[in-house]
């Protein structure tokens, strides 16, 4: 059973940094799209950041070019979003997932709590 597990979420002032973690088990993902989402109370779910299975390739959402960066460790099953110059609307618990397939993330992590205050 594939688990993935979030961390390094919490609370920050603006314009300060954090770096998220997911890391996986249960299942090597290594070959396997990942991605981060977030989700914010009374808002649908968006995606944030995705990478390719050799982390070669990333794409972002555009609220999120420049500031945030997505990386992978194979090695170690593991993601990371490094996020920058936080902003009070980046606010929202982020969630990761794997394994693109069907034109759906199969695998969801529980997510981690960004609160940004002003």
């Known amino acids: 059973q594939v688990q993935l597990v979030e961390s390094g979420g919490g609370l920050v002032h603006a314009g300060d940094s954090l770096r998220l973690s997911c890391v996986a088990s249960?299942?090597?993902?290594?070959?396997?799209?990942m991605a981060w989402f977030r989700q914010a109370p009374g808002k649908e779910r968006e995606i944030v950041a995705g990478?390719?299975?050799?982390?070669?390739?990333?794409w972002y959402a555009a609220f999120a070019k420049g500031r945030f960066t997505v990386s992978r460790d194979n090695a170690k099953n593991t993601m990371h979003l490094q996020m920058s110059s936080l902003k009070t609307e980046d606010s929202a618990v982020y969630l990761c997932?794997?394994?693109?397939?069907?034109?759906?993330?199969?695998?969801w992590g529980q997510g981690t709590q960004v609160t940004v205050s002003s």
């Open positions: 997932a794997a394994d693109y397939t069907g034109g759906k993330y199969n695998y």
């Open positions: 249960g299942r090597d993902l290594s070959s396997n799209i």
């Open positions: 990478i390719n299975q050799s982390g070669g390739s990333t």
